[in-house]
């Protein structure tokens, strides 16, 4: 039983009464959850700091988490953001719209508690068609994180958002699942050195073709011991399943060999143990009472990006205890599989 409304909508065409209607949820100051191209947000009107206040406690998200502002054109960037450098505009004239999100000095039409009062403000301008239409209905930047339960895996489908959040916001615009499946690139514009916070959408490697000093934030990239990394007290949880995650990365073969060991041992303890893998692996499964999901081809990372929030929370809806999954080589969208997994992981990592 919903008791938040669900709109349907067909992302080629959205429908303008209904986006019209969304619109002024959001003027209204109430909450609405949208598809983007990475990921459903939950939104409320940015400059509204009591609308700002409500998706907090919605999501039971922590004051000190800063929440993204989704604009629909260069005139809502002048409003939301100040003092631009240079190198700033060349990525939004490069990268806007689309899954990257800057963070930039903060203008003074923002309210403080978006950015859990920092002088910055993180901003994205979303492609994604219906998204794009709510912009452009409601006249306002728009708040919004992940429409997920904090700490949750993000939301991909209007069904994820549901299953967190239903009666807790004003309108669920439903357009399928999401295209890119993980959240946006997040990059600081506003240091000496431009800096990526969080691998997304968009790929390193685009960003270091225009951006030869690109640094990538160190807690996303000490990792190549052979021991496993343990270092949990520098990630909040997030991105988790209930079932407790066993993350496996390293040359293929041994990989896979050390995951069945995994799976094999967690089994003998009398655990309900799923698997997530690429299929290639799953030959490597047979014969072990595990239930099995697929992120797709290990050489189509797009299609894993896509699964992966749904594959845990399907793992998850089976009532596994522990999920074991290999992280792809961090090259591309593998970046930000991996970097989720991680997180899902708690930071424990067993290099292979
Ligand atoms: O793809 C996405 O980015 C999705 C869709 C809905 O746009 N949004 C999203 O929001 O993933 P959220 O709140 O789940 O993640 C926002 C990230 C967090 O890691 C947060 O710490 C960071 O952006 N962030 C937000 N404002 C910031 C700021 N002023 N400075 C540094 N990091 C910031
Ligand atoms: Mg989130």
């Known amino acids: 039983m919903s008791s938040t409304p669900v709109y349907k909508l067909d992302p080629a065409a959205p429908d303008p009464a209904l986006i019209e209607q969304a619109a002024a949820v959001i003027r209204g100051g109430g909450l609405v959850a949208f598809p983007t191209e990475t990921v459903y947000g939950l939104g409320a009107n940015a400059l509204d700091a009591q609308a700002v206040e409500r998706i907090f406690a919605a999501k039971q ?22 003092d631009m450098t240079a190198a700033a505009w060349r990525m939004v004239e490069a990268f806007f719209p689309g899954a990257l999100t800057l963070v930039l000095h903060r203008g003074d039409a923002v309210p403080p508690s978006v950015s859990s009062g920092l002088p910055t403000v993180a901003v994205r301008m979303p492609s994604g068609t219906i998204a794009r239409a709510l912009l452009a209905a409601a006249e306002v930047p728009i708040a919004a994180p992940s429409a997920n339960t904090f700490s949750r895996p993000s939301a991909t489908t209007a069904q994820h958002v549901v299953q967190d959040l239903d ?27 431009p800096t990526v916070l969080r691998p997304g959408g968009v790929t390193l490697e685009s960003l270091r073709a225009l951006l030869p000093n690109l640094r990538v934030r160190e807690k996303y990239t000490a990792m190549d011991s052979k021991t496993a990394d343990v270092s949990p007290g520098m990630l909040i949880k997030h991105y988790a399943p209930r079932a407790t995650v066993h993350v496996f990365a390293g040359d293929d073969a041994e990989a896979i060999a050390a995951m069945r060991q995994r799976a094999a041992s967690l089994l003998s303890e009398g655990k309900r143990v799923g698997v997530l893998l690429f299929d290639e692996e799953r030959p490597q499964f047979d014969g072990l009472r595990v239930d099995i999901d697929s992120l797709g081809s290990i050489d189509t990372l797009e299609t894993a990006a896509a699964r992966l929030f749904a594959a845990l929370r399907d793992l998850d809806a089976h009532g596994v205890d522990a999920i074991v999954v290999r ?13 989720r997994l991680r997180r899902a992981a708690q930071g424990i990592i067993t290099n292979v």
Request: charge should be negative; aromatic fraction near 2%; glycine fraction near 12%.
């Open 61 to 82: 998200r922590p004051a000190n988490d800063p929440i993204i502002v989704h604009i629909h054109d260069d005139r809502q960037l002048r409003l939301v953001a100040r």
């Open 167 to 193: 009666g807790r916001i004003d309108l669920i615009l439903d357009g399928g699942a999401t295209a890119i499946g993980v959240e946006s690139t997040v990059l600081d514009m506003t240091g000496d050195t």
């Open 327 to 339: 992280a792809p080589k961090r090259k591309g969208l593998g970046a930000a599989i991996y970097d």
